[in-house]
T-cell receptor, first 115, second 116 residues
Framework: DADVTQTPRNRITKTGKRIMLECSQT?????MYWYRQDPGLGLRLIYY???????NKGEISDGYSVSRQAQAKFSLSLESAIPNQTALYFC??????????????FGPGTRLTVL | GENVEQHPSTLSVQEGDSAVIKCTYS??????FPWYKQELGKRPQLIID?????GEKKDQRIAVTLNKTAKHFSLHITETQPEDSAVYFC???????????????FGTGTRLKVLA
């Protein structure tokens, strides 16, 4: 879905480095999310934001921080990257669930490798 | 903590046969149950969903059933085709109501292979 974009698409970094993953959306959705995907573990929620002033921790927030710069932009930072943060990271958006749906629309993913 | 169990982890079927994937959730506040399909190297995309006040939903060859009492829901794919080969994820969400804590928990995925 071209409406949710992530940069970079691939990143290799070293232990201890600070890195930022960026997400932008043109869907006009209020809600944005960051997930990580690991083989055999599915997708796990890192942080979510229901609007610019509302940011919440997900199930695995330790070692990560986020910034919601605008309705359309949501960034994920790794303050000091470690090898077990090597994973595929997805940004997602969703609309307010007024129609009985909480569908997540995913970006293309960022493959992060921490050496 | 709350979780969603998904079985089987891999499933191989002959083209034209049916496939069934099952999920069990633990959070009784869950009220929305989507299924996502992720093709190799692609992003997950919604294929069907069901709300907690509905027992079954069908869309062409795919259907989802929900048993709230037992806290499990299932994906059924009939007349499988090679293009159905992918990883399928179930999820359980508390998102339809103003829950004290928002949860969107995915199962660990099922790799479906449809053999031609």
């Amino acid at each position: 879905d071209a409406d949710v974009t992530q940069t970079p698409r691939n990143r290799i970094t070293k232990t201890g480095k600070r890195i930022m993953l960026e997400c932008s959306q043109t869907k006009g959705h209020d809600r944005m999310y960051w997930y990580r995907q690991d083989p055999g573990l599915g997708l796990r929620l890192i942080y979510y934001s229901f609007d610019v002033k509302d940011i919440n921790k997900g199930e695995i927030s330790d070692g990560y921080s986020v910034s919601r710069q605008a309705q359309a932009k949501f960034s994920l930072s790794l303050e000091s990257a470690i090898p077990n943060q090597t994973a595929l990271y997805f940004c997602a958006t969703s609309d307010r669930p007024g129609q009985g749906s909480d569908t997540q629309y995913f970006g293309p993913g960022t493959r992060l490798t921490v050496l | 903590g709350e979780n969603v169990e998904q079985h089987p982890s891999t499933l191989s079927v002959q083209e034209g046969d049916s496939a069934v994937i099952k999920c069990t959730y633990s959070d009784s506040a869950s009220n929305y149950f989507p299924w996502y399909k992720q093709e190799l190297g692609k992003r997950p995309q919604l294929i069907i969903d069901i709300r907690s006040n509905v027992g079954e939903k069908k869309d062409q060859r795919i259907a989802v059933t929900l048993n709230k009492t037992a806290k499990h829901f299932s994906l059924h794919i009939t007349e499988t085709q090679p293009e159905d080969s992918a990883v399928y994820f179930c999820a359980a969400s508390t998102g339809l109501l103003r829950a004290a804590t928002y949860k969107y928990i995915f199962g660990t995925g099922t790799r479906l292979k449809v053999l031609a």
